[in-house]
């Protein structure tokens, strides 16, 4: 099983989500994060002294997959999460050893 | 903007050039009905002013986080600007003789004047005005928190995708002239007046004008991104506080009591009282109804409906709120909340995006308090035995509102369009006006949900 | 549900029959009291409306997020349903002429009279209002927002757990029933009033009505679910937003200044400037005696605290605004401060969940302004001379009160709970009453710690 | 604390040994002069004490949420403590007979006085009040809620850093001492206004007076931990809630009709309706302005500029409210909305720390105000061929009033420091004084960034 | 060194806390999330328009614990979270490289 | 490819932010969490009630970086992070397989 976690950009959520249920997932996490990067923050101005904003808003998505799925699912959110500017957001793989889900104490693939 | 800075020049050398004539007005033995109704109508525009506070908290909780500072700066920058538009120009269009169709006299509030003389005993320009026993002042500044009510209720409409300035010269000539001309026709003695079109405080005058600049507006800007989907399914874009809307229906209720108790600008007990509290129960009949009808007809009571039934409450009972009997005014509540329910999909289904509701409140609503006033008035009403005399008049006044007002704000907006666009960039839009127009957030110390 | 279509039935068909009775009255010549006493007492009025903002703003921001769209609507719709309740049954019940218990007459509004006549010349059967000299519609709007004001009370002692509709049948009954008939003994000519027992403003007609009212309708429901741990501990659950809780205590400050203010129901200057100070006074003693009784006995001045001394010293100098005077008024404030603080300590250990204060602002002050009227009056008080006469009859009242508002209210909502349940069901409890019942959020855009 | 204890025992004492004055003053025939002023004064004073919300809503909505239930708290026990200072020796200071520098009679409201008796017949020691026909506690209120404001002033620019009962005690001496002796000067008969000094509703007896004190009090603090870099970088710490403070700031103009229109103290037709309509008129003048100096010089229309603006405009007028034209008012709160703008930025630049803008609102364009006056009143001012005498006079009264108040605030600051301590220590300040002087938050079930 | 992961129900959190101080875990990093699974969202109206919330909110604790003690954890979190309810929410488990203390410099073990 | 994570305290967030930036790193995230450790929260007392908040707000920063860059990065977070008070706060190294940048499809260290 793999974890994988999307930063994307936050108006493309529900596009991804959609996305994902289309192609059978039925389980997933997401959290309001901060994102720095190549992208710049903008610029407000306060009470006349600017500032730079270097923290942009970005959801992030995890989700754990079985391995065959994991291709398909990086896939899916690509399609789903681009836009071409810079900014789209990063899609990380990382490994898990366990899943359990907690109402009925299923493990691995079951509890998925 | 360059309009806009030759707007102001004009403002500024008008200003310089002006004799000093506040002080001409000598000091009379006090005449006590004078200080009365000068009391009732001061406190009662200050309460009608109040409503601003009420505008902007209803439309900035309505919607979204995002676009927060840019609805309360609008909020608060229309009614400055009216301030002097109305000053300016507007307020001599409106009230100060001329033909049936336009005031012509006293422009910068400058025209003779020798209030609080009424009757034959006036002596000035802004005859319209004359058979209220309060001082010029007075008058004029009563006069001007209606218009900027008029002004503030198309902020609502085409909010969260507007550009600022361009809404600003839109409030400008809202004040200055879109308002004011229709206002001269009726309450400023030119040819709907003459009619016997009647339009206690303003179903029409000040609500009706709002509503279609607001329909107007929110048409020429189409919907928000996001909220019709390419297959016509409507995405609900919730507001982000309701606990500052619900502060604010509060605000516009109180204000209203000015808006119709003042209306009289004299402090009559009997029908200040009635006025009063016809306004009171067509409001809280509204909020009733506007509940079973969302109860009933979408499954739970929505508190943002609560909230518009009882501000269709108060538009509806506005132009009748002298003639009503009191059951007469609730059921012009009743009617008004479940109208509002019904309006406000209405309009969501063929896709005029209104976030707030301003149209189905304030035109359909004055609408209908205008035309109540042919059903329900006690002495000219069909259903007190007048017959169907004012019920035509009023429909004839509702048209040519209509009509006018329609071409009117379209060609306003047209021009503003042409001149400065109205519509802030995609990008913009998505990200928030805020940070786009005003480079600020209203809520940074808060982790929101984009 | 069926019982309030049932009502509102009764409300359109009274209204549909009901002839044009509002513009019987005739024009008078100016009579200049009548116009400043009008004036006065509408304004008050308005500002006592206006409390209906407080109570929401200070109910919902002490209350949490995912309730408050539904304690916002109840604030909201309590008032729109009084208005009715009290326009069709509660005014007559309560002021027209009857027995020493009940008034009978007069219902929708539609008895005779003559009002602004005032003493002998008034021929009419509102009697027991028949001293002051305002039209009855100003009298009636009057009464109607306290009779709101003590509607609303309930409201916040009941809070996150009880059924929207619940609430809304139990406002119609405190507004049609359970406060005009207890009001008509103080106020309405009734026994009360005949002994000689003093609520100037009504520390007991409202605030003691009110804070019983709330008291039983509390026990009853239960506490929160987490607030008491199975081992006795309390889990505070701290309010959602101090912000909006400190406005609702100014415009409920603002309010009282027409609660009190206005309650002399004419314009006479000397009372009404001791009247307005007194209030202020104890206000501000409340809320320094608040401040310093939470840092002594708690170790840090809480804000809600001092809201609630605030609100507390509002409530202790109702009843004697007219009669203390302006150091008898700190010293009631001051004692008001103090007591809500171990107030809302006490209820919290005897497990009455009341997620405001309510109980402890209204009813425990309310009986200590009704009792402090026996000491400190300056004519008839036991500090100032007047021996202890007053002082029990102030008690009998007190007693009185407690036991008919104890039973009534206990018939009342056990009728409700019976008919239409009065608890939410733990999962809707849990996940918060806007969704439950209401399908919505007060904050869409924010992250929230559930 | 050991002071502060120790005035509240001699409160106690004072109101246990005081006799019963209030009910001294017999009942008259009713006048109705004397009721219409007293309605006006009462309602008008109403409106200002509304603007404590308007001060509290706006300081804790431009400062960071983790300090809002200190602010708040702040801005509630401040009119609480003036209330009972003012009461017991700030307005004998003031206002009662005594000589060119301080009024030395009558403490706790208890000299002689047989109000509404105005001029020749009045008979009393506070002989500077016997111009206004309105009972004595009426006279009180009214400047009651003019001290409050003064000492609220103080509260925005120390925000964010200052001991709670270290500003709780500065409260109590502005409202008994700093503010009272200078307001002898101007209002009370003081040596001030026997040279012709004018400040009609108070730009520096209100305005100046609070931003002297704010100045020296946010000078001596230093500014918050983060807001200039080593490096003299600014670091903007933007305001939490705008939506907040724009409802404040429309809060503060509705109460500024009641400041400046109640500043007659009597219903005076003509000059309250002229003082109103100058008041909104200067406010929408310094709106317009400082957007476009904002828009100009910041490249973006910040609301908190706007809404600083419009506050400009407000005290800017407030001196000469009575005295100006229109036109001239409109001037007038045009060269405040820019003042105001640079005014912020220059404290900014020279590390003055002042969150929500006070000393640039309340001290910069109170001074202003006082001078414009010399420039604008329309009998002696400048510009109307009055000469300079005017202008001269207010100079002087504008430097009287800097030296004793940097001098007076800067003993009382230093004494308060050496007492108790100003300022939180750093950890308080980066966890918010909300836990550290409260043991609260203000937002408790929303995510936050601190 | 493992990483667990749980997603909970937000009301369960207090309860799982206390639970695992009981077993002797000294520190856990919390945050809101928002879940989809197959426990459904509900739906909400506006305005007369109804539409459906998909995610509702989780809070998500972390926890880094030395191997030996992952069974442990996991079974405590399992029984302090279940309410047997859908959408009691899932533990994830996951390796962990390295640790460190930021205040002492400690790692591995120590740093925990 | 690494996973580092560092739970800090919520003011150190810019100063770690520049210090990175300044060794060349050009993307992280950030949210906002609560934190139970040894560092014990405070109480707080509401009505009459005393209580103690045991979830004291951190911040967390999660960067992905090459295995070279790994030593530096946490070196740099440790400086900036600390102040020698207990709740300065950990630092977490996971494993990450694979990293995709969304914009150009681009995978592995070029994606970073
Ligand atoms: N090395 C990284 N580690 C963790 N998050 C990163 C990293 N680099 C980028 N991100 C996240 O991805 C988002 C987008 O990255 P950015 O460089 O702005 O654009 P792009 O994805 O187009 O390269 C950032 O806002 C940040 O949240
Ligand atoms: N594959 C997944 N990856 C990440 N998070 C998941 C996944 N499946 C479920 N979750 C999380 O667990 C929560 C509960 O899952 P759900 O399917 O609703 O019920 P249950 O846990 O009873 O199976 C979801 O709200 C989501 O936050
Ligand atoms: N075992 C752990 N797993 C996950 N997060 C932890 C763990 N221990 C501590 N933390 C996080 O680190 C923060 C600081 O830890 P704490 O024990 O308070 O102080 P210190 O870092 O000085 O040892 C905690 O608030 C928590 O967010």
Known sequence: MKKIEAIIKPFKLDEVKNALTKIGIQGMTVSEVRGFGRQKGHTETYRGTEYSIDFLPKSKIELIVIDELVPQVIETIERAAKTGKIGDGKIFLSPVDEVIRIRTGERGKEAI | ?450
Not at chain 2, 359 to 383: D, K, M, P, Q, Y
Not at chain 2, 419 to 445: K, T
């Open chain 2, 1 to 450: 903007m360059k309009r806009l800075s030759y707007f102001i020049l004009i403002f500024v050398l008008a200003i310089l050039v002006i004799p000093a004539l506040a002080g001409a007005q000598g000091k009379e033995a006090p005449n006590l009905k004078v200080m009365a109704d000068t009391v009732w109508v001061l406190i009662t525009a200050t309460l009608v002013f109040f409503m601003n506070a009420g505008f902007a908290t209803v439309e900035s909780g309505l919607c979204r986080a995002k676009n927060a500072v840019n609805i309360l700066s609008k909020n608060v920058i229309v009614f400055c600007v009216t301030s002097l538009a109305f000053w300016a120009v507007g307020f001599s269009l409106m009230f100060a003789d001329g033909n049936p169709f336009l005031g012509l006299d006293g422009f910068f509030l400058l025209g003779l004047d020798n209030s609080p003389a009424v009757g034959e005993a006036y002596k000035g320009i802004y005859s319209s005005l004359n058979w209220t026993s309060v001082p010029l002042y007075a008058k004029f500044f009563f006069q001007l928190v209606f218009a900027g009510t008029a002004a503030t209720i198309v902020s609502g409409a085409v909010a969260e995708r507007i550009k600022y300035f361009s809404f600003f010269a839109f409030s400008f000539l809202m004040g200055a002239l879109i308002y004011p001309i229709q206002g001269h026709w009726i309450w400023g003695g030119g040819w709907l007046s003459q009619l016997g079109f009647k339009d206690f405080a303003g179903s029409t005058v000040v609500h009706s004008i709002g509503g279609w600049a607001a329909l107007v507006g929110a048409s020429l800007l189409g919907p928000r991104l996001g909220k019709y989907g390419s297959d016509g399914k409507i995405t609900p874009i919730p507001g982000h506080n309701l606990g500052m809307a619900t502060i604010g229906a509060f605000i516009l209720w109180i204000g209203w009591f000015g808006f119709n108790g003042g209306s009289t600008m004299a402090a009559d007990p009997q029908p200040i009282s009635l006025i009063i509290l016809n306004t009171n129960m067509a409001a809280a009949a509204g909020g009733v109804a506007a509940t079973f009808a969302s109860y009933l007809a979408l499954g739970k009571p929505d508190l943002s409906m609560l909230l518009n039934g009882i501000l269709a409450g108060l538009v509806g009972i506005t132009a009748g709120a002298d003639g009503a009997t009191v059951p007469g005014s609730i059921v012009i509540g009743l009617v008004a909340g479940v109208l509002v329910v019904f309006s406000v999909i209405f309009f969501d289904r063929i896709k005029v995006d209104d976030p707030v509701g301003a149209i189905s409140v304030h035109l359909v609503n004055g609408v209908w308090g205008t035309f109540a006033v042919g059903l329900f008035h006690r002495e000219v009403g069909l259903f007190y035995g007048g017959g169907p005399k004012q019920l035509l008049i009023q429909i004839a006044g509702i048209l040519a509102v209509a009509i006018f007002s329609s071409l009117a704000n379209l060609i306003v907006w047209k021009i503003i369009r042409k001149a400065m666009g109205l519509r802030v960039s995609e990008e913009e839009e998505m990200e928030g006006l805020d940070i786009g127009e005003h480079g600020m957030e209203a809520y940074p110390d808060f982790s929101l949900k984009l």
